[in-house]
């Protein structure tokens, strides 16, 4: 079992960046795919970007490759997310995410480990 730990989120003005960060701890980090989503109320948990557990391999939302880049660093069991040219439509709740299931990208139900969330708020 892994346990994730979001930090970074806050406010920004549009234009502006942020970056997450995802700890994690318990098994060994490298053992995960890693991934990002994001959450608005009253809509459904979005996919944001991957990583393959050696984070060679990186997947993006279509809307948000560009903008968005995902990174690890397995020596210190972290996931980041650069968040870059940042709009209000950015404004939501972001979550890491980890898998064991081989080949796990983009769906929510790949994800067997949350964060708790850690809110980003983009003004204009």
């Known amino acids: 079992q892994v346990q994730l730990v979001e930090s970074g989120g806050g406010s920004a003005q549009a234009g502006g960046s942020l970056r997450l960060s995802c700890a994690a701890s318990g098994r060994t980090f490298s053992g995960y795919a890693m991934a990002w989503f994001r959450q608005t109320p009253g809509k459904e948990r979005e996919f944001v970007a991957s990583?393959?557990?050696?984070?060679?391999?990186?997947y993006y939302a279509a809307s948000l490759k560009g903008r968005f880049t995902i990174s690890r660093d397995n020596a210190k069991n972290t996931v980041y997310l650069q968040m870059n040219s940042l709009k209000p439509e950015d404004t939501a709740i972001y979550y890491c995410?980890?898998?064991?299931?081989?080949?796990?990208?983009?769906?929510?139900?790949?994800?067997?480990?949350w964060g708790q969330g850690t809110q980003v708020t983009v003004s204009s």
């Open positions: 990583s393959s557990r050696d984070g060679i391999n990186t």
């Open positions: 995410a980890a898998s064991t299931v081989f080949g796990a990208r983009f769906r929510v139900s790949e994800y067997e480990y």
